[in-house]
């Protein structure tokens, strides 16, 4: 199995990232501001807590976008008001030839948007789509993988895209990939960006969308209601947590690297094989010599490993989590199911990984005896 997984900033990129962040949080908060718990309400002249503006001035600036906008309803909720600033019912969007994310493929599906597929490894053949289709409205590009084969580059994609037609508007999913490497979508050319903040430590249901003005102008439009804005309170929380993602997450990523290269070299006996890959979060691929993952991840949790997600990679979620291979890699693949397991070591160490999964397929082993 050959996988093609993101690359990580390394743990000292994610310290500069870590200054950067509180470099310019100084430059739009007074000290006493960063040490109150925000404000609340629909402020006169703003349309929302004047806290909740000052945190998106900061993320404008810390990611250098012209502005920067939160939403409720997570990384969900921020790519459907992504798609409402610049889609209408029957607009056509290019997606890659994958299993859409099953909530990306609900938004789609409910706002009846048309998706026309093509390969983005192939880019004359990404070319002559568009060129086929004059009536595109936008693009669809999901930062992580959508399938186990995914390998095109995305900043390229995004190159290539622009040089066709550059009037089209181009949004990324960036769930799982901000905040672990270089650059989101709208860094490098991107319309629009989309991710969640419950991924990176914030609070539940708060996303972000980053990028062009005139775009973000038009979902604040949509979200005039007060019940519709994101509180004071809540912004700090996310910016708290966004703080913290970025170191966080390096050390994660590096006990992967470790991870992966111990287990590809017999540390657990039963496992064929491991490999990296974005799915959608960069986690460690387990596939075993006998089809026994169900039974795996039935004895993991009884020995101290989480057996399903909450935000993934929320801040609730420390302990490893022993999971299915995501529902987008099983949609190409569904024999998975039966022989791999995804892990993310989350906030745990490489022994506590081996130490789980070793006794794990040791009970699986002897319950199918």
């Known amino acids: 199995m050959q996988t093609s997984p993101l690359k990580s900033i390394s743990l000292e990129e994610a310290q500069q990232r ?68 610049f889609l209408k019912p029957n607009d056509k969007i290019l997606v890659h030839d994958a299993p859409i994310y099953p909530t990306s493929k609900t938004t789609i599906e409910s706002m009846g948007i048309i998706p026309i597929a093509v390969d983005f490894h192939n880019q004359e053949e990404v070319k002559a789509v568009i060129a086929a289709h004059p009536d595109l409205k936008g693009v669809l590009i999901q930062h992580t993988r959508q399938q186990i084969n995914d390998h095109y580059d995305f900043a390229e994609i995004i190159e290539v895209i622009q040089s066709v037609e550059p009037s089209l508007t181009i949004i990324t999913d960036d769930n ?20 969640s903040l419950f991924k990176l430590l ?10 062009k003005a005139n775009l973000i102008e038009k ?6 209601s007060g019940g519709s804005q994101v509180q004071g309170y809540e912004a700090l929380e996310a910016l708290r947590g966004l703080i913290y993602a970025p170191v966080m997450l390096a050390i994660q990523a590096g006990v992967n690297e470790r991870l992966v290269k111990q287990l590809n070299h017999g540390a657990v006996s039963g496992v064929k094989s491991a490999f990296l890959a974005n799915a959608q979060s960069k986690v460690l691929l387990v596939e075993f010599d006998e089809p026994i993952a169900e039974q795996v991840l039935l004895h993991a949790n009884e020995f ?13 979620e420390f302990v490893p989590m022993f999971y299915k291979v995501s529902g987008t890699f099983l949609a190409s693949d569904p024999s998975l199911a039966k022989k791999m397991i995804r892990i993310n070591p989350l906030r745990s160490g490489v022994d506590t990984v081996i130490r789980i999964l070793t006794l794990s397929i040791e009970q699986a082993k002897q319950r199918s005896k």
């Open 18 to 85: 870590q200054f950067l962040l509180i470099d310019v949080i100084t430059k739009h908060f007074r000290g006493d501001e960063i040490l109150s718990l925000g404000d609340l309400g629909v402020v006169k002249g703003l349309n929302k807590p004047i806290y909740t503006k000052k945190v998106e001035e900061v993320l404008a600036a810390f990611f250098g976008v012209e502005r920067a906008k939160l939403v409720r309803g997570a990384g969900t909720g921020a790519l459907r008001y992504g798609f409402m600033s």
């Open 176 to 195: 799982y990939a901000a905040m672990k490497v270089d650059q989101i979508g709208a860094q490098i050319g991107a319309d629009l960006s989309t991710f």
């Open 202 to 211: 914030g609070p539940e249901g708060v996303g972000l969308i980053a990028g």
């Open 219 to 224: 979902i604040e439009a949509f979200n005039y």
């Open 304 to 316: 101290g490993a989480a057996p399903n997600p909450v935000g993934a990679e929320s801040k609730y």
